[in-house]
């Protein structure tokens, strides 16, 4: 499955170390990423979002809240 290039947006809010507070909202037209209650990118949908049923996080990341 091939979703194109590669969006960026911004710099980089996250630090090693520090705690953040992430909501991805699934809106109409794409996904709006907030970082600590600040407004980081907006990623245009490249599937239908009536598909999207969850998440997949991998990485070194302690969830604590969800």
Same mark, same amino acid.
């Given at each position: 499955?091939? #979703?194109?290039? +590669?969006? *960026?947006?911004?710099?980089?809010?996250?630090?090693?170390?520090?705690?953040?507070?992430? &909501? $991805? &909202?699934? +809106?109409?037209?794409?996904? !709006? $990423?907030? &970082?600590?209650?600040?407004?980081?990118?907006? #990623?245009?949908? *490249?599937?239908?979002?009536? +598909? $999207?049923?969850?998440? !997949?996080?991998?990485?070194?990341? +302690?969830?604590?809240?969800?």
């Amino acid at each position: 499955l091939f #979703y194109g290039n +590669e969006e *960026r947006d911004g710099k980089n809010p996250f630090e090693k170390g520090v705690g953040f507070d992430l &909501v $991805i &909202v699934n +809106e109409a037209n794409g996904f !709006q $990423i907030n &970082v600590n209650d600040q407004n980081f990118t907006h #990623y245009a949908h *490249r599937s239908d979002p009536s +598909e $999207i049923f969850g998440l !997949q996080i991998q990485g070194d990341l +302690e969830i604590t809240g969800f």
